[in-house]
């Protein structure tokens, strides 16, 4: 276990090689739990997580991954695969009507759930990537999802074999001012 939110923040890697080894159910459970307790618009919790261990279905899944993406074979040789989706018109809503500029904020909420899905894994010795490229509606078709949600993203988790090397980050000051823009 990591010592500080910060050391699983910085040490954490976009893991898209998997050891050949199940991930216990605890741990599982563990990673799902820091879903649960994410935060989300007006405590919304607008996702529901297809966990995938089903060989078949993730080569109907990756079926609508692109060879091209650095993930695709992570689909079928990670043991378990997130499907990160969400309820519509829900999040970023009040009296069933949009509050927000962006209209509907379930890619907000995702988004938050795909990183405690990350550091969460990653806190307990697991790897994930965040998959974002790929025929959304295929992949969602192979899931059986039904109207009412969409699908985010996918993130393969598992054990590394493999964890690359830190990507070069910008320094605060290319990233934030003060007062203004």
């Not at 990591?2 to 991930?23: G, L, Q, W």
Request: one cysteine or more.
């Amino acid at each position: 276990m990591k010592d500080t939110i910060m050391e699983v923040i910085k040490s954490r890697r976009s893991v898209r090689n998997f050891e050949d080894k199940a991930v216990p159910e605890d741990l599982l459970q563990a990673v799902l739990e820091a879903v649960r307790w994410t935060p989300s618009w007006a405590n919304t919790q607008c996702w529901q997580i297809v966990v995938i261990t089903d060989p078949a279905v993730k080569e109907k899944v990756q079926a609508a991954v692109p060879k091209s993406n650095p993930a695709f074979k992570s689909i079928v040789n990670a043991p378990v695969v997130l499907a990160l989706c969400a309820r519509l018109n829900s999040s970023g809503f009040y009296k069933d009507m949009v509050t927000t500029k962006f209209g509907d904020w379930f890619m907000f909420d995702l988004g938050l759930a795909a990183q405690s899905i990350a550091l969460s894994a990653h806190a307990a010795g697991l790897g994930t990537v965040i998959v974002g490229l790929f025929e959304h509606d295929k992949a969602a078709a192979a899931l059986q999802m039904p109207e009412g949600y969409e699908l985010v993203s996918l993130m393969p988790l598992g054990y590394p074999s493999k964890v690359p090397s830190a990507p070069k980050r910008k320094e605060i000051s290319e990233i934030s001012s003060s007062n203004s823009f």
